[in-house]
Structures are given as structure tokens and as C-alpha cells.
């Protein structure tokens, strides 16, 4: 794994970038949200790529692209946690002094 | 957390740069990676002895083909696949180097290149061979024919370098190590190779054995050829040491009394046993032809050449292969030299004080046995008493003056004699000689010397 995340760091660190980016959005955001029903879906495919990548299952190059494809989302999350967790911080503030 | 999935909710609008982003990095990372991983796999089995090792990756996946050497070496040269990082999966295609039984390996040797042929235990000591063949065999093509193989016996590296030292000295044949067992075939390059190759495998490494050995030499030759237009004898080919050479040279002087000897010979091992028992005799035989030659090859021996009368030509048929050594075999070409035309008295005198101004008759010291070496000079003398068959002779014995002269002068006696009898019994008529003894008497140089001596020693024929 370090291995891959030293492999691909360029790629990891722009994944992290834009999951900040979209997570600093995300919470004065006023447009479509994903339905909860929907994202238990995604979560539920999401899980099986997963698995499959743990597993091993898919062979050569698709399996590589996987792995790599994981990997982005997870930096992604990251930063989209963090993003939202900032923006939160930096809206709220101003109110809870007041 | 509440506010997380509210948030979480509105983040979907990432994901298709994020998408983008992905397919990016796969379109231009998936070859380096692959690039990356096939160089670390190399590196991991640099120290791993395998053949036909094939590295492919596709993607993060290994596919790893090789022939090892052992089953240890096979399992540990996966592990080391397996162990380097970013590797996920090895596609084991490995196997075993197959096992030869028996283990065989052969150099052979044309006239143009050695072949290395049969199985190496390892491409190291498969390398080392072909090496050492270029180093042992120079500018000769080295043809590499080896398989890999396992199951060879214990010291097959020092037992096959040893072998390709001794194709060096074939001229051609083939050299076979079968599980412990060598055998060699084929013909040596010199005299003596035979002889070469017999002490190299001495040394063989321990638990190795010679099988059988049909190495043949070149067949050894000694030639002699006695010219009698440019009056020399010529000694060509091969003896077998300094002393034989010696001896052989100091023989054909005394034996060719009227020719130059040109010594061509060289020494080198290989003769055939009684040698020298049988070119001493077979070199006393061509001193009694007018023109003549001489072959040796290996144990078989050619005399050819013109004898000077009929009896001398039966003589030597019937007398070279008496003393012959064992297993020898003797042919006799002979003919007999056309007679020379009558010549009167006076030339015939001429002719004999000739000859015996260039050689003495020869007797065994003390005694009136007359040396075998002096057949040659005995044959030319009767020739010449066969020109003029009118002519009465007088054969005249002398000596020099040491001891008492009774002595001599019986000594004289016997020598003539002995002469006389020689030509009688060579189909002369006995009433054409007379055999006479002078003792001391009679001296043509002085007794002082021993140079002197030896002149005073002497047969005279002299015509009446």
C-alpha cells in the first residue's frame, strides 16, 4: 500500500484537493441532494468494489484500476470531510460569538 | 456527525472530476507501474540461479516463468516475486529444470569446432564450459549445444573443465561423461597425444571413472632413404628419445660407410615397444642395397630397394624379420640392382682400393668375427669381384702392432680368412682367393697413434 501511495502521490494529493474543495462547498450548498436511498446503494457498491479489490478477484489491469480508483475516492472522502468540517467552523463562528 | 451526512449528501458533484482524475492517472500510470514492478522483480531474483526466467506484469499482477534448479529455489524465487512491494498477485508458471538419467555430456571435435552437447547442471558451470573451450581450443569455433539439466554427478564442473583440456589435443573424436563414466573416442592431434590425454585423466576429481578410451595416435614414422646419386642417407620422422637418436645416428656411420648421414629426426613418445630392436637391423638391411627406403609406420616396417646380387637380396628377405621383437611386422621389397658391366683387372684393383679408402671392414675387437655392420661395404666388394670374374685375389690380412706378434700375425690369418669365407658363401668362386695374414707387418701409418692404429688395421684386396 505505501508502496502505491508513494507510486501515485501527485494523483492521491489532487483527490484529497478536490474532495476539499467539494466537501468546503457541500455546506452553504444549495442544489440537489443525493436521496438517502440512493446513497445506500452507492455505499452498497462502493462496499463491493471494495471487496473485490480485498479479494482480489479482478485479474491484471482492471484490478490495478480499481485499487487506484479506491484509493482516489478514500482521499477524496478525506477531503471532503475535512473540507465540510472547516467550512462548518469557519460559518458557525461568526455566529456563535455573536 | 448529523451535519456530516447532510453534507456527505451534496458531495456527489466531486466525483465526476474525481472520475476524470482516475481515468487519467490510469491511462498514464498503468505502464510505468508495470514498468516499475517487472524492473523490481528482476532485481529480486538477481540472486536466484534459475533459466528462461520470463517476468510480464499486467497491472499489479506478476506472471513469472522460469526453470529452477531445485525445488527450494523454485519456491523461494516465487516468495521473492511475491515479497517485492506493490506486487498483488504471481502467476506461478515456474517449474523444475528436468532430470537427466543418465547425466550426459559430450564435447566432440571436427576439423572445424568443438560441439558442447548433453546436459549442464547450472548455466553458471554451463558458461565456465564454453569458456574454458574458447580458452583451451583458441581460434577453433565452440558450437554450444548444452541443455540444462538436473541430477548431475557430485564434481561434474572440474571433471568436464579436465575433459575439455583433452579435446584440445584431439585432432578429432568425442569425449563422453555419462553419470560417472567417461569414455573418449577419436584420433590425437601429435605423436605422444595419446600418451598426453592417458596422464590428464590421472586427474580426474574422485568418483569419476574412464569408461573407455579409444583414442588412436598418429602412426609413427621413421624413415630412412639412402640416395645414391647425391650419396647420402636421410633420416626423417620420429624416435623415441635423445638416446635412441643417438645410437640410431651412430649405427647408420658405421653402416653407411660411404654416405653422408642427414639427420632429420625428432624425439617424441608414442614408439611401439622394440623399437629400436627393429630399426637397427632394418637400417643394417638398407646399408647392404645400392638405392633403397626405409619406412616405419607404428610396428609395421617396408623395406624397399635393389640389392647388389641375388644372394644378398635372399639374405635380406630371409634375415630382417628373424631378430624382429614381438608383434612387428616385417615386408621386404626386393629386388636386384641390374649388373654392372665387366671391368679388366687393373679397374677392378681400382675399384677395391676405392672402396676400402672409404671403409674398413670391421671385426669384433679380438676377434676374426666379422661386425654385422660392415655388410654394407662386404656387399659392394663382392659386386665388384663379380665384374671382373677372370681376376685372382688376394685378400690380406693386417693389424697393428700392439700385443704379441704370433698373435697378430694368427689374428691376420683368420681375419682374411673370415673375408674369404663371407664371399665364398656368397656364390664366389673359392679358387679365385687366397686369404693371407701379415701380422703387423705391413704398416700404412704409425703405431703410435691411435688414429695410426685403426688404419693399420685393415683388409687389402689385392688383384693378381
Given at each position: 500500500?505505501?508502496?502505491?501511495?508513494?507510486?501515485?502521490w501527485?494523483?492521491?494529493?489532487?483527490?484529497l484537493?478536490?474532495?476539499?474543495?467539494?466537501?468546503?462547498?457541500?455546506?452553504?450548498?444549495r442544489g440537489?441532494?443525493v436521496?438517502?436511498?440512493?446513497?445506500r446503494?452507492?455505499?452498497l457498491?462502493?462496499?463491493?468494489?471494495?471487496?473485490?479489490?480485498?479479494?482480489?478477484?479482478?485479474p491484471?489491469?482492471?484490478?490495478?484500476?480499481?485499487?487506484?480508483?479506491?484509493?482516489?475516492?478514500?482521499?477524496?472522502?478525506?477531503?471532503?470531510?475535512?473540507?465540510?468540517?472547516?467550512?462548518?467552523?469557519a460559518?458557525?463562528?461568526?455566529?456563535?460569538a455573536? | 456527525?448529523?451535519?456530516?451526512?447532510?453534507?456527505?449528501?451534496?458531495?456527489?458533484?466531486?466525483?465526476?472530476?474525481?472520475?476524470i482524475?482516475?481515468?487519467i492517472?490510469?491511462?498514464?500510470?498503468?505502464?510505468?507501474?508495470?514498468?516499475?514492478?517487472?524492473?523490481?522483480?528482476?532485481?529480486?531474483?538477481?540472486?536466484?540461479?534459475?533459466?528462461?526466467?520470463?517476468?510480464?506484469?499486467?497491472?499489479?499482477?506478476?506472471?513469472?516463468?522460469?526453470?529452477?534448479?531445485?525445488?527450494?529455489g523454485r519456491?523461494?524465487?516465487v516468495?521473492?516475486?511475491?515479497?517485492?512491494?506493490g506486487?498483488?498477485?504471481?502467476?506461478?508458471?515456474?517449474r523444475?529444470?528436468?532430470?537427466a538419467?543418465?547425466?550426459?555430456?559430450?564435447?566432440?571435435r571436427d576439423?572445424?569446432?568443438v560441439?558442447?552437447?548433453?546436459?549442464?547442471?547450472?548455466?553458471?558451470?554451463?558458461?565456465?564450459?564454453?569458456?574454458?573451450a574458447?580458452a583451451?581450443?583458441?581460434?577453433?569455433?565452440?558450437?554450444?549445444?548444452m541443455?540444462?539439466?538436473?541430477?548431475?554427478?557430485?564434481?561434474?564442473?572440474?571433471?568436464?573443465?579436465l575433459?575439455?583440456?583433452?579435446?584440445?589435443k584431439?585432432?578429432?573424436?568425442?569425449?563422453t561423461?555419462?553419470?560417472?563414466k567417461?569414455s573418449l573416442?577419436?584420433?590425437?592431434?601429435?605423436?605422444?597425444?595419446?600418451?598426453?590425454?592417458?596422464?590428464?585423466?590421472k586427474?580426474?576429481?574422485?568418483?569419476?571413472?574412464?569408461?573407455?578410451?579409444d583414442?588412436?595416435?598418429?602412426?609413427?614414422?621413421?624413415?630412412?632413404?639412402?640416395?645414391?646419386?647425391?650419396v647420402t642417407?636421410?633420416?626423417?620422422?620420429?624416435v623415441?628419445?635423445?638416446k635412441?637418436?643417438?645410437?640410431?645416428?651412430?649405427?647408420?656411420?658405421?653402416?653407411?660407410?660411404?654416405e653422408k648421414?642427414?639427420?632429420?629426426?625428432?624425439?617424441?613418445?608414442?614408439?611401439?615397444?622394440?623399437?629400436?630392436?627393429?630399426?637397427?637391423?632394418?637400417l643394417?638391411?638398407?646399408?647392404?642395397?645400392?638405392?633403397?627406403?626405409l619406412?616405419?609406420?607404428d610396428r609395421?616396417?617396408?623395406?624397399?630397394?635393389?640389392?647388389f646380387?641375388?644372394?644378398?637380396?635372399?639374405?635380406?628377405?630371409?634375415?630382417?624379420?628373424?631378430?624382429f621383437?614381438?608383434?612387428?611386422?616385417?615386408?621386404?621389397?626386393?629386388?636386384?640392382?641390374p649388373?654392372?658391366?665387366?671391368?679388366?683387372?687393373?679397374?677392378?684393383?681400382?675399384?677395391?682400393?676405392?672402396?676400402?679408402?672409404?671403409?674398413?671392414?670391421?671385426?669384433?675387437?679380438?676377434?676374426?668375427?666379422?661386425?654385422?655392420d660392415?655388410?654394407?661395404?662386404l656387399?659392394r666388394l663382392?659386386?665388384?669381384?663379380?665384374?671382373?670374374?677372370?681376376a685372382?685375389?688376394?685378400?690380406?690380412?693386417?693389424?697393428?702392432?700392439?700385443?704379441?706378434?704370433?698373435f697378430n700375425?694368427a689374428?691376420?690369418?683368420?681375419?682374411?680368412?673370415a673375408?674369404?669365407?663371407?664371399?665364398?658363401?656368397?656364390?664366389?668362386?673359392?679358387?679365385?682367393?687366397?686369404?693371407?695374414?701379415?701380422?703387423?707387418?705391413?704398416?700404412?701409418?704409425?703405431?703410435?697413434?691411435d688414429?695410426?692404429?685403426?688404419?693399420?688395421?685393415?683388409?687389402?684386396?689385392?688383384?693378381?
Amino acid at each position: 500500500m505505501s508502496y502505491l501511495a508513494m507510486f501515485h502521490w501527485g494523483w492521491l494529493l489532487g483527490a484529497l484537493l478536490l474532495g476539499f474543495v467539494a466537501g468546503w462547498i457541500s455546506v452553504v450548498q444549495r442544489g440537489r441532494s443525493v436521496s438517502k436511498v440512493t446513497a445506500r446503494w452507492l455505499a452498497l457498491l462502493v462496499a463491493a468494489l471494495l471487496a473485490a479489490a480485498l479479494a482480489r478477484v479482478i485479474p491484471g489491469r482492471p484490478g490495478y484500476w480499481l485499487d487506484l480508483g479506491l484509493m482516489l475516492f478514500a482521499l477524496y472522502l478525506v477531503g471532503c470531510t475535512i473540507g465540510s468540517w472547516l467550512r462548518h467552523w469557519a460559518v458557525s463562528r461568526p455566529t456563535s460569538a455573536a | 456527525m448529523h451535519g456530516l451526512f447532510r453534507w456527505s449528501s451534496k458531495w456527489w458533484p466531486g466525483t465526476i472530476p474525481l472520475a476524470i482524475l482516475w481515468g487519467i492517472a490510469a491511462w498514464s500510470n498503468t505502464v510505468p507501474l508495470e514498468t516499475d514492478l517487472a524492473a523490481r522483480s528482476t532485481t529480486a531474483l538477481k540472486d536466484t540461479v534459475l533459466d528462461k526466467t520470463q517476468i510480464t506484469v499486467d497491472g499489479r499482477d506478476v506472471n513469472f516463468a522460469a526453470d529452477a534448479f531445485s525445488e527450494d529455489g523454485r519456491r523461494n524465487a516465487v516468495a521473492a516475486v511475491e515479497a517485492v512491494p506493490g506486487v498483488r498477485l504471481v502467476n506461478d508458471e515456474t517449474r523444475l529444470v528436468p532430470e537427466a538419467k543418465p547425466f550426459v555430456w559430450s564435447a566432440e571435435r571436427d576439423v572445424v569446432r568443438v560441439t558442447l552437447g548433453g546436459s549442464a547442471p547450472l548455466p553458471a558451470s554451463k558458461s565456465k564450459l564454453v569458456e574454458a573451450a574458447h580458452a583451451a581450443l583458441g581460434n577453433v569455433e565452440v558450437a554450444d549445444q548444452m541443455n540444462l539439466s538436473r541430477g548431475a554427478p557430485p564434481r561434474f564442473d572440474a571433471a568436464a573443465l579436465l575433459l575439455i583440456e583433452q579435446i584440445a589435443k584431439l585432432k578429432d573424436g568425442k569425449i563422453t561423461i555419462s553419470d560417472n563414466k567417461v569414455s573418449l573416442s577419436g584420433m590425437a592431434r601429435e605423436l605422444g597425444g595419446r600418451e598426453a590425454i592417458a596422464t590428464g585423466l590421472k586427474n580426474l576429481p574422485e568418483g569419476f571413472s574412464v569408461a573407455a578410451d579409444d583414442i588412436k595416435a598418429p602412426p609413427y614414422v621413421f624413415q630412412a632413404y639412402k640416395d645414391p646419386v647425391a650419396v647420402t642417407l636421410t633420416l626423417t620422422g620420429y624416435v623415441p628419445d635423445d638416446k635412441v637418436h643417438a645410437a640410431l645416428v651412430a649405427s647408420a656411420g658405421r653402416k653407411f660407410f660411404n654416405e653422408k648421414v642427414v639427420d632429420n629426426l625428432k624425439a617424441s613418445v608414442g614408439a611401439a615397444g622394440g623399437f629400436a630392436a627393429a630399426v637397427g637391423p632394418a637400417l643394417g638391411a638398407l646399408s647392404r642395397l645400392s638405392t633403397g627406403t626405409l619406412v616405419v609406420s607404428d610396428r609395421e616396417l617396408k623395406l624397399s630397394g635393389d640389392a647388389f646380387y641375388d644372394a644378398a637380396a635372399v639374405q635380406i628377405r630371409a634375415g630382417l624379420g628373424k631378430d624382429f621383437p614381438q608383434g612387428w611386422q616385417f615386408k621386404a621389397d626386393i629386388s636386384v640392382k641390374p649388373a654392372a658391366a665387366p671391368v679388366d683387372a687393373t679397374v677392378c684393383q681400382q675399384l677395391f682400393s676405392d672402396l676400402l679408402g672409404r671403409g674398413n671392414i670391421r671385426f669384433l675387437p679380438g676377434q676374426a668375427a666379422i661386425d654385422p655392420d660392415s655388410a654394407g661395404l662386404l656387399d659392394r666388394l663382392i659386386e665388384t669381384a663379380l665384374r671382373c670374374p677372370s681376376a685372382n685375389i688376394e685378400i690380406a690380412g693386417h693389424t697393428d702392432a700392439d700385443g704379441e706378434d704370433g698373435f697378430n700375425q694368427a689374428l691376420s690369418e683368420k681375419r682374411a680368412q673370415a673375408v674369404m669365407d663371407y664371399l665364398v658363401k656368397a656364390g664366389l668362386p673359392a679358387d679365385r682367393f687366397t686369404a693371407v695374414g701379415y701380422g703387423s707387418t705391413q704398416p700404412i701409418a704409425s703405431n703410435e697413434t691411435d688414429e695410426g692404429k685403426a688404419h693399420n688395421r685393415r683388409i687389402e684386396f689385392v688383384v693378381r
